[in-house]
């Protein structure tokens, strides 16, 4: 029996002392004007409060985004981080860019005194039409300096705007100087146009090569190059309605066009 009274009260402790090493945590989110445009931002704030002791904590916020605080001893700024560098390999880079980007400071470091509590905020924008898979949701990512770090998702109010349409194609040879691309516009658009656009070997604009209609998702157009070379092919797409935006293919796609064979 004083065995198991014993381990009784060496639990109580040990779970007393974890409580009091993790904050308690709270996370709202409002809309900072519309959501129904652009630019739709969610301001999102994250409560942290101590427990009997001082909480030492790392926190940063995805989608990334400037993190503000108060109620808390602040650390030494960290370095700023922008948007990561990507390039394709031919001529046309359009990369989608839905959210708002730095720089900004990859994360915080703060101290909350003993029963205080700390106040994040930050600001998740959407500057241009956004995939359908994006949302103006934030996740906060803290890690204490005892114990594990974890994640808290912070939902957001729905972005009522318009959508990027995600455009992608292959190009397939169907005989001499001739070609059908087959291509998809999430998401399964069913209004508006792909344009077919292609830079002619050693041109230095592109021009329109085909006009195609979106039909559940999916689109088709022939394209028959005047010479062999290489040549490079992206797609626009152009709207019809209010619940989409002009959006186009990220990179060009390179073709080499034999001319016999």
């Not at 029996?1 to 009784?8: I, S």
Request: proline residues 7%; hydrophobic residues 40%; charged residues 15%.
């Amino acid at each position: 029996m004083l065995r198991t009274t014993a381990l009784a009260v060496f639990l109580t402790l040990a779970l007393t002392a974890a409580a009091q090493a993790n904050p308690s945590i709270t996370v709202t989110s409002a809309r900072v004007g519309s959501t129904a445009k652009l630019p739709a931002v969610v301001r999102h704030t994250l409560r942290l409060t101590a427990g009997a002791t001082s909480e030492a904590l790392t926190v940063s916020v995805s989608p990334a985004a400037r993190i503000t605080v108060s109620g808390a001893t602040v650390g030494p700024p960290v370095p700023q981080t922008g948007p990561s560098i990507a390039a394709c390999e031919g001529r046309w880079t359009r990369f989608h860019r839905g959210y708002a980007e730095g720089p900004y400071p990859s994360d915080v470091t703060f101290t909350i005194p003993p029963g205080q509590t700390a106040t994040l905020t930050a600001d998740v924008q959407f500057v241009t039409a956004p995939w359908e898979d994006q949302t103006l949701d934030a996740t906060w990512s803290i890690d204490p300096a005892t114990g594990n770090d974890f994640d808290v998702v912070s939902t957001a109010p729905a972005y009522g705007g318009p959508l990027g349409v995600e455009l992608n194609f292959q190009v397939e040879r169907t005989g001499p100087l001739a070609y059908v691309v087959t291509g998809t516009a999430a998401p399964d658009v069913s209004s508006g146009h792909v344009e077919l656009w292609a830079y002619a070997p050693k041109a230095k604009k592109a021009r329109r090569v085909a006009r195609v209609a979106v039909r559940d998702g999916e689109w088709s157009a022939r394209f028959k190059p005047s010479k062999g070379g290489l040549w490079e092919l992206y797609a626009r797409y152009r709207t019809a309605r209010k619940a989409f935006a002009n959006d186009t293919s990220q990179c060009g796609t390179i073709v080499g066009v034999a001319v016999s064979g």
